[in-house]
């Protein structure tokens, strides 16, 4: 069964430094989120993203985060500079339409803002 | 505003016990809801959708609009049960973000 795939699964950084999640979304599908959870809290949105562009945003979404889709596969999620409350699970997930049935998470990438 | 809610924190129970987690919703028109399970250290996994009306691992929900519940009922549980179960709505008028309860934590005792 296809998968969705995050690398890296943990990573620790320094407060201020920009870290770069990344993600292989299944081949076929055409649209890509992105989803934190905060330790203890609920899967909150961060963005959503169709046809090379930002569909959609939260308001956790602000300037220090971007997402790119670089080439074709990769779909990656940078925090530009890092704060101690950036400090999450962070899930992707794609679906081939937005009716929400084919929704397939990745297994997430813990971030630890130290 | 749209939202999930989950009262239960953490459920327990004893294998072969009837388990229901608790869902209720607020959306102003037709929801699309779901059922994920989070079993430890794996990804979020659809457990369900409302639409199918579908059996699952023995997992059924029954959507109540009257009530604005989704609960998820399992007649007899199993060991192997045991994970977190998030409810979910779609946002309507989005590209499919899906709005989550906070999350309850089923644990089967043997």
């Known amino acids: 069964e296809p998968e969705v795939t995050q690398t890296p699964s943990h990573q620790v950084t320094q407060m201020g430094q920009e870290v770069i999640l990344r993600c292989v979304p299944i081949s076929n599908h055409l649209y890509f989120y992105w989803y934190r959870q905060i330790l203890g809290q609920k899967v909150e949105f961060l963005v959503s993203?169709?046809?090379?562009?930002?569909?959609?945003k939260s308001e956790i979404f602000d300037d220090q985060f971007s997402v790119e889709r670089p080439d074709g596969s990769n779909f990656t999620l940078k925090i530009r500079s890092t704060k101690l409350e950036d400090s999450a699970m962070y899930f992707c997930a794609s679906q081939m339409s937005r009716q929400g049935y084919g929704y397939t998470f990745g297994s997430g990438t813990r971030l630890t803002v130290v | 505003a749209q939202r999930v809610t989950q009262p239960e924190k953490l459920l327990s129970v004893f294998k072969g016990a009837p388990v229901e987690l608790k869902c209720n919703y607020s959306y102003s028109g037709s929801p699309e809801l779901f059922w994920y399970v989070q079993y430890s250290r794996q990804r979020l996994q659809l457990l369900l959708r409302h639409i199918s009306r579908e059996s699952i691992k023995g997992f059924t929900a029954d959507l109540n609009k009257g009530e604005t519940s989704f609960h998820l009922k399992k007649p007899f549980a199993q060991e192997e049960d045991s994970a977190m179960y998030y409810c979910a709505l779609i946002d309507g008028g989005s590209q499919g973000n899906l709005i989550f309860g906070k999350g309850t934590k089923l644990s089967v005792k043997p």
């Open positions: 993203f169709y046809n090379n562009e930002i569909s959609e």
